[in-house]
Each structure stands twice: as C-alpha cells, then as structure tokens.
C-alpha cells in the first residue's frame, strides 16, 4: 500500500496518526457502504 509508505516518510507522527485514524475511519465507512 503506497499509503503506509508515504506515512513512513512523513516526519510528524500525530499527523500521520491522525491521517491514518481518518483513513481507517473513510475505509470501514466505504466497505459499509458497498455491502
């Protein structure tokens, strides 16, 4: 996933935490909605 490895190369961890968190939330939002 070329996701995790732009999060590996940004330096600020509560950014990347909390893209992350968001991604995670926008992925089981999309997967509830397709099924």
């Keep these: 996933?070329?996701?995790f490895?732009?999060?590996?190369i940004r330096p600020?961890?509560?950014c990347d935490k909390q893209f992350l968190k968001n991604l995670v939330c926008k992925a089981?939002?999309?997967s509830t909605t397709d099924a």
């Design 28 to 30: 089981q939002l999309y």
């Design 5 to 8: 490895k732009l999060l590996a």
């Design 12 to 14: 600020s961890d509560d």
């Design 1 to 3: 996933m070329s996701g």
